[in-house]
């Protein structure tokens, strides 16, 4: 019902801000609940951070806490991760997903097919 594509990742200088997008055909972003998860090669997928259909309710993994920021702008039917002071350690491929703002990867429906973000020391 949804198909969604992030963009924005690229290689970065470690303390640097990156900001990541994730847009839908089919059925707007609007209509679900949001999140974004990392993967790196050879690790879990790790949860990252979510928000409520309307913007009103935000988590974030503790480890990311202050550094990145979830936000969306439904009217234009896309939903951003800004991320900043950059670590090596968040080299990874970052997937936006919908139908769910819990941390466990299991209970979201749809996926988009990942941005590589490199940051480099």
């Known amino acids: 019902q949804v198909q969604l594509v992030e963009s924005g990742g690229r290689s970065v200088q470690a303390g640097g801000s990156l900001r990541l997008s994730c847009t839908s055909s089919g059925r707007s972003v609007s209509r679900y609940d949001m999140g974004w998860f990392r993967q790196a090669p050879g690790k879990a997928r790790e949860f990252v951070a979510a928000?409520?259909?309307?913007?009103?309710?935000?988590s974030y993994a503790d480890s990311l806490k202050g550094r990145f920021t979830i936000s969306r702008d439904n009217a234009k039917n896309t939903v951003n991760l800004q991320m900043n002071s950059l670590e090596p350690e968040d080299t990874a491929v970052y997937y936006c997903?919908?139908?769910?703002?819990?941390?466990?990867?299991?209970?979201?429906?749809?996926w988009g097919q990942g941005t590589q973000v490199t940051v480099s020391s």
């Open positions: 928000i409520s259909r309307n913007g009103g309710t935000i």
């Open positions: 997903a919908a139908g769910s703002r819990s941390s466990d990867y299991r209970t979201y429906n749809y």
